[in-house]
């Protein structure tokens, strides 16, 4: 293990962050106590006083075929396994086109497309403890409670990349802005998308400082430059206490914050 100082305003998908020291964890090291996992950052908010941060390191930046099955290190990048795939002519990772982070980012979260998600071809993850099948795994949409530090994931292998379906769910992905953000703010509430909601109370548009709704995709928090924490976050807030005001109904973040609240 060593340390990585890393610029979270340059690495951080968003663009927001104090510069801090990083633990990296390589093969046979254990997360240190009271470490938050960042991973490629890119649906995290980190505040300028977070708590002791960690991140896995190349040893864990992998993808390879084993029997029936593939396996991928958590640190991969999500463009690295859509590579991959297509060289290896393996279905059923189409939807990671332009969705980026990390596979441990995408366990963590359930990440997905519509109707796709990493859960639905996964077998199990490799943790600390050894292997931890799926169905161990309480997962759902845009959540998954993983038991421990993933180091890797085992998926289904299944021939046959289809290329019609990767540029289907690219066009997805057309509406989403171009500046930087965390991806969706918020989970869309059963039935109804939280985009739509925060458009629909006048907020589609709105900045404040450096942040705004993206006026592209409401759910889209947006750095226009020189955004900071204490915008974001006041804009998160608004948007909550205006959607309940309005439609009684509780957004839920997608996106995650690591700040010290003490």
């Known amino acids: 293990m060593y340390a990585r100082t890393i610029d979270f305003s340059r690495f951080s998908s968003i663009r927001i962050g104090p510069v801090a020291e990083v633990a990296v964890l390589e093969a046979g090291d254990a997360l240190p106590a009271g470490h938050t996992l960042v991973g490629g950052a890119n ?5 300028p006083n977070p708590p002791p941060l960690a991140m ?4 864990f930046d992998y993808c390879r075929i084993e029997g029936e099955r593939l396996v991928v290190g958590a640190a991969t990048p999500t463009g690295k396994l859509l590579s991959f795939c297509k060289r290896h002519d393996l279905g059923g990772f189409e939807y990671v086109a332009k969705l980026p982070g990390t596979v441990g980012g995408m366990l963590a979260m359930n990440a997905g497309v519509k109707t796709h998600e990493t859960f639905d071809r996964l077998l199990g993850v490799e943790t600390e403890a050894g292997f931890v ?10 959540f998954a409670e993983l038991p421990g530090v993933a180091y890797a994931a085992h998926f289904v292998l299944e021939k046959g990349y289809d290329a019609h379906l990767a540029q289907e769910l690219l066009k997805l992905r057309a509406n989403q ?7 969706s703010a918020f989970k869309n509430p059963p039935g109804d998308y939280a985009g739509r909601l925060i458009e ?5 548009g709105y900045r404040m400082g450096g942040m705004a709704w993206s006026a592209m995709h409401a759910n889209f928090l947006v750095n226009l430059g020189g955004g900071t ?14 959607v309940f005001e309005t439609f009684g109904v509780a957004l839920e973040l997608e996106l995650k914050i690591i700040h010290n609240t003490h």
Request: glycine share 12%; aromatic share 4%.
């Open 177 to 183: 802005p171009k500046e930087p953000s965390a991806g």
């Open 43 to 47: 649906n995290l908010l980190v505040g």
């Open 229 to 242: 924490f204490e915008e974001a976050t006041a804009l998160i807030e608004l948007a909550k206490r205006r």
């Open 200 to 204: 629909a109370v006048g907020l589609k």
């Open 56 to 59: 896995l390191g190349k040893d």
């Open 133 to 142: 099948p799926k169905a161990a795994i309480p997962h759902g949409y845009r």
